[in-house]
C-alpha cells in the first residue's frame, strides 16, 4: 500500500521556468491538500480539492495553480517559478476532508529556484 | 481565522527522560480537532496523536499523551520515556470546518526536539 506518492523527490528550476508537481494516493481518500514548508514557519495550505471535480485557495495560493485530474491525482503547477517559490512541498489526503480526519502525508518534493 | 502558537523553537531531553511540548491556539469555534504530527529527519509527516475537543479526556497513545485544557486553549504534548527516534520536528495543528464541505488544517511553525543519548 503506496499511501500518498509524490514525484519528483528533488527538484531545481530556474527563475522563471515551469513545472508541475504530481501527486497520487490509493487509499480512495476524498480531500487533497497541497502544503509548502518553509524553516521556521510550519506548513503552509497552498490550495486544496475537497472532493474530485472542486479546488479551493489556501493561505498562500500566489503563484500556483492545480488541478483535480480524478480522485487519485492532485497535482500543483508552478507557471513562472521564483526564488520565493523555493521551498519543500506535501502532497496530503484525508477520507472526506471532515476537520476530524487526519492528513496523510507523500514524502514531500523539495524544489529550489536559482 | 484561527492561529496555532508553538512558543519553543528548540527543546532537549536525555534518554528515557520525560519532556513535555506546548500548544496554544486561538479560535472561535467550538467544534475542532487538534494534532500532533511528527517530522523526523527522513522528512516524512506522522501522525503521533489527535484530540477531540469535546472530549475531555485527554488522548493517549502508547508514550505519548496530551494535556488538553479547553477554557485555556492549550494542548501541550507530554513524551514519556525519551527515545532517540522521538528526536525529530513537532508540529501542533488545527482542524475545523472552514464552510463547503471542508476543512482547513492550520499548523504552528514547529518544536525541533532532541533526545540525547
Known amino acids: 500500500n503506496a499511501g500518498v506518492t509524490q514525484t519528483p523527490k528533488f527538484q531545481v528550476l530556474k527563475t522563471g521556468q515551469s513545472m508541475t508537481l504530481q501527486c497520487a494516493q490509493d487509499m480512495n481518500h476524498n480531500s487533497m491538500y497541497w502544503y509548502r514548508q518553509d524553516p521556521g514557519m510550519g506548513l503552509r495550505l497552498i490550495y486544496y480539492s475537497a472532493s474530485e471535480g472542486t479546488t479551493d485557495k489556501g493561505e498562500v495560493p500566489n503563484g500556483y495553480n492545480v488541478s483535480r485530474l480524478n480522485k487519485r491525482e492532485f497535482s500543483l503547477r508552478l507557471e513562472s517559478a521564483a526564488p520565493s517559490q523555493t521551498s519543500v512541498y506535501f502532497c496530503?489526503?484525508?477520507?472526506?476532508?471532515?476537520?476530524?480526519?487526519?492528513?496523510?502525508f507523500g514524502n514531500g518534493t523539495r524544489l529550489t529556484v536559482t | 481565522a484561527q492561529t496555532v502558537t508553538q512558543s519553543q523553537p528548540e527543546m532537549s531531553v536525555q534518554e528515557a527522560e520525560t519532556v513535555t511540548l506546548s500548544c496554544t491556539y486561538d479560535?472561535?469555534?467550538?467544534?475542532?480537532?487538534l494534532f500532533w504530527y511528527k517530522q523526523p529527519p527522513s522528512r516524512q509527516m506522522i501522525l503521533v496523536i489527535r484530540q477531540e475537543a469535546y472530549k475531555q479526556q485527554n488522548a493517549t497513545e502508547n508514550r505519548f499523551s496530551v494535556n488538553f485544557q479547553k477554557a485555556a486553549k492549550s494542548f501541550s504534548l507530554k513524551i514519556s520515556d525519551s527515545q532517540l527516534g522521538d528526536t525529530a520536528m513537532y508540529f501542533c495543528?488545527?482542524?475545523?470546518?472552514?464552510?463547503?464541505?471542508?476543512?482547513?488544517?492550520?499548523f504552528g511553525k514547529g518544536t525541533k526536539l532532541s533526545v540525547i543519548p
Open positions: 479560535t472561535s469555534e467550538s467544534n475542532y480537532y
Open positions: 495543528a488545527f482542524g475545523a470546518y472552514s464552510g463547503a464541505g471542508s476543512y482547513q488544517l492550520t
Open positions: 496530503a489526503s484525508s477520507v472526506e476532508g471532515r476537520y476530524n480526519s487526519p492528513l496523510h
